[in-house]
């Protein structure tokens, strides 16, 4: 696929995370220089909760569980198991046309549908609950699509179909589960959860139907979305009723913005998350 000339230019950033803070929202006053520290500091220390929570709440099974798989299915089993069950599934091609499907389900358009759904109730209800939901979506997105883009090119593992060195961790697979873990760990498993577990599952096996993918590649990138997903849905159900205790005023909102660089061979650009 060719790259357009603007996002080659965009490939020239480093490629770092990187947070930037707008002006407070607060309504009625004017934000102090320390208002602004602290908040700062603030903000950073939630950040980094943000991107250890993999480790540090209950996605951490799913880390240990995803993380030994994918060793194994590299190391032990790959060439015994691995391979030929590549090389088989891309010669037979089972799923035929339907692996457009899995195509665009590890795409940016269900979450960005959920996102714009959540927002749109918070914009009619006023619950911040649902504001939540949206930024927490999209920052799974983020950092698991942030991660998956730092692996590719340290990685350097050719395509079962030899194209490119981008292999693992897959991308689609890691879009895919943040997707779906977090609907699943925030809306519980039936019937939204099953619906998008399957659409996630879909996506990853299309992968390896299209030549793109070993299985190791989509179990990596599988684990990656998953517990960013389930790690941060587990951080907000942590904080809610702390939140709700001290009585935080939704006048207090900062505005912040993720800007991330998000290489792959379908892809090349920027990951934008804003909070408002």
Not at 225 to 249: D, E, P
Request: net charge positive; aromatic share 12%; charged share 15%.
């Amino acid at each position: 696929m060719k790259t357009n000339t603007y996002q080659q230019y965009l490939l020239i950033l480093p490629f770092v995370a990187i947070q930037f803070y707008i002006t407070p929202s607060f309504a009625d006053e004017v934000p102090t220089s320390k208002k602004i520290n602290t908040y700062i500091r603030g903000s950073l220390s939630s950040l980094g909760k943000e991107l250890i929570s993999p480790v540090t709440t209950e996605a951490r099974t799913w880390f240990i569980i995803g993380g030994t798989s994918t060793l194994l299915l590299a190391t032990v089993f790959r060439k015994n198991f691995v391979v030929p069950l590549q090389e088989k599934v891309a010669k037979h091609k089972p799923l035929g046309k339907y692996t457009l499907i899995g195509h665009y389900g590890g795409r940016l358009g269900p979450s960005l549908l959920y996102s714009l759904g959540m927002y749109g109730t918070y914009f009619i209800t006023k619950d911040p609950h649902y504001l939540v939901r949206t930024i927490s979506m999209m920052k799974a997105m983020i950092y698991s699509g942030g991660l998956t883009s730092i692996l590719k090119p340290l990685v350097k593992e050719q395509r079962p179909n030899g194209r490119s060195l981008n292999s693992f961790p897959s991308g689609h697979a890691t879009a895919a589960f943040a997707f779906s873990s977090y609907v699943a760990a925030e809306h519980g498993l039936w019937p939204w959860g099953i619906g998008a577990l399957a659409l996630s599952t879909l996506t990853a096996f299309s992968r390896m139907n299209d030549n793109k993918h070993y299985l190791h590649d989509v179990v990596a990138g599988a684990t990656i979305g998953a517990v960013f997903g389930v790690g941060l849905q587990s951080l907000y159900k942590r904080t809610k009723n702390k939140t709700s205790a001290q009585g935080s005023s939704s006048n207090d909102v900062w505005r912040s913005a993720f800007v991330l660089p998000v290489y792959d061979t379908d892809f090349k650009g920027l990951s934008v998350s804003m909070e408002f």
